[in-house]
């Protein structure tokens, strides 16, 4: 076997990142650690650097990592591991993302914070395992060009995509997507939490019914996505920019069950699906492992035990958001940046019980109408239009703030 492919985990103290770390421990032979970034959980990610010793820490929250700096965190690592690892702030991520000691990038920080980070790895052409919809939503032109430009691989981590991903011919290209003869590509959604609740019900849920996702254990913010199913909607859009494929072409189908993670439909009428028990370590073992299959740690899969399988249509009355998103697919360049941004916004003031589970939807529709046709012609552009609609959306929720 060629030399261990040497990681750097963006996100890692969330719950994709734990799931990667699990994965990467059953195979020392096959991956190093060369890096674990975090957010603000200091308490987590000395522990994982304590169990996967790697070379660089980044703490992105200033008020973390001055915790961590003046609490001896530094010293007491170093005298555990017998090496004192590089620890760093937010300033230094992207020339970490860029190093030449890193093979590989997962992107798994939540939201658009990730994009940049993801971005700098793509621009230095490095293998990113991209779990981060967010960044593709709020700049997919951008990441595209970029990986074009510079030869990076972006490989899908998002179960749906990766499932497509398994499903799609070798060679695919997503240059010449349209070229080998593929009808439709079908994302399966669970329905969340609220699939059968009454309509009268889901207008007085709260952040805790909302994050219960029924088959995933995810992070709070992707929870709420599922219950309103703006996760579909992200990954439409995610979709959209990762196989190249016109709209049209792209189209969601409601499995509670979880087990069919998506299809591709060809034009002879086959279609492609991939199957697995609801466990996220198997799509990270498959794009860490390319081309080999490796062992993941999930379950098996049992499909006599489970008997049933079963489907049905979105109902976009329950699941507003996802119409909306459907709109937001036609326009990707312009409306899909305000959907996430006024979406992020929403969900954040949602958990903190800021804002009720309907205002979700009130806010989104209406930053797209304030912003969705914007003319967007670059980066700047697109980062430009995240942010205003951040401020739009923070003013109709607390509108003496502007
Ligand atoms: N969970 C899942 O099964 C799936 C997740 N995804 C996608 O993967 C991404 C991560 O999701 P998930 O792991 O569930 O989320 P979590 O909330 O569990 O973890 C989020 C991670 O991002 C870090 N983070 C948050 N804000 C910042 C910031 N401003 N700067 C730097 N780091 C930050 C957190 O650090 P800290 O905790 O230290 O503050 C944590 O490491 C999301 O984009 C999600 O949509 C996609 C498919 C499935
Ligand atoms: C695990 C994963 O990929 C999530 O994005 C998942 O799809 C969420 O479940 P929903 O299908 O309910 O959105
Ligand atoms: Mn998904």
């Not at 207008?203 to 199913?229: E, F």
């Not at 199957?275 to 080999?292: E, F, N, Q, S």
């Not at 697919?329 to 899909?336: E, G, T």
């Amino acid at each position: 076997m060629s030399s261990p492919r040497s990681i750097l985990l963006l996100g890692s103290t969330g719950t994709i990142g734990v799931n990667t770390l699990d994965v990467i421990r059953r195979h020392p032979d096959r991956f190093t650690v060369y890096g674990l970034v975090a957010g603000r959980n200091v308490q987590r990610l000395f522990q994982q650097a304590m169990d996967h010793r790697p070379h660089v820490l980044v703490i992105c929250d200033a008020d973390a990592l001055a915790h961590w700096h003046q609490s001896g965190l530094d010293e007491e690592l170093s005298a555990k591991l017998g090496y004192s690892p590089q620890v760093g702030g937010l300033n230094t991520l992207d020339a970490l993302c860029a190093s030449s000691e890193v093979d590989t990038v997962v992107a798994a920080i939540v939201g658009a914070a990730g994009l940049k980070p993801t971005l700098s790895a793509l621009k230095a052409g490095k293998r990113v395992l991209l779990a981060n919809k967010e960044s593709l939503v709020l700049a997919g032109r951008f990441m595209i060009e970029a990986a074009q430009q510079s030869g990076a691989v972006l490989l899908p981590v998002d179960s749906e995509h990766n499932a497509i991903f398994q499903c799609l011919p070798a060679d695919f290209d997503v240059r010449h997507a349209t070229s080998y003869g593929i009808e439709r590509l079908v994302l399966t959604a669970s329905g969340g939490p609220f699939r059968s609740k009454s309509l009268d019900e889901i207008q007085h849920v709260t952040p805790a019914q909302a994050v219960a996702h029924p088959n995933w254990v995810m992070g709070p913010k992707i929870s709420v996505d599922s219950a309103t199913m703006a996760n579909k909607g992200l990954e439409l859009i995610e979709a959209l920019w990762m196989f190249g494929l016109p709209p049209a072409q792209l189209s969601v189908l409601i499995h509670p069950q979880s087990i069919v993670h998506s299809l591709v439909e060809y034009k002879d009428g086959s279609m492609l699906a991939q199957l697995g028990c609801p466990d996220m370590r198997t799509p990270i073992a498959h794009v860490l492992g390319l081309p080999d299959r490796i062992s993941s740690g999930s379950a098996r899969l049992n499909l006599a035990n489970i008997a049933r399988l079963e489907f049905e249509e979105p109902d976009l009355q329950r699941f507003p958001m996802l119409g909306l998103a459907f709109d937001a697919l036609n326009k990707a360049d312009s409306a899909a940046p305000v959907f996430n941004a006024a979406n992020e916004v929403s969900v954040e003031c949602f958990l903190k019980g800021i804002i009720q589970y309907p205002d979700i939807v009130r806010i989104t529709a209406q930053c797209l109408e304030r912003f969705g046709s914007v003319n967007i012609q670059s980066l700047d552009d697109a980062l430009d239009l995240d942010a205003q609609v951040r401020v739009h959306a923070r003013s109709l929720i607390h509108p003496s703030t502007v």
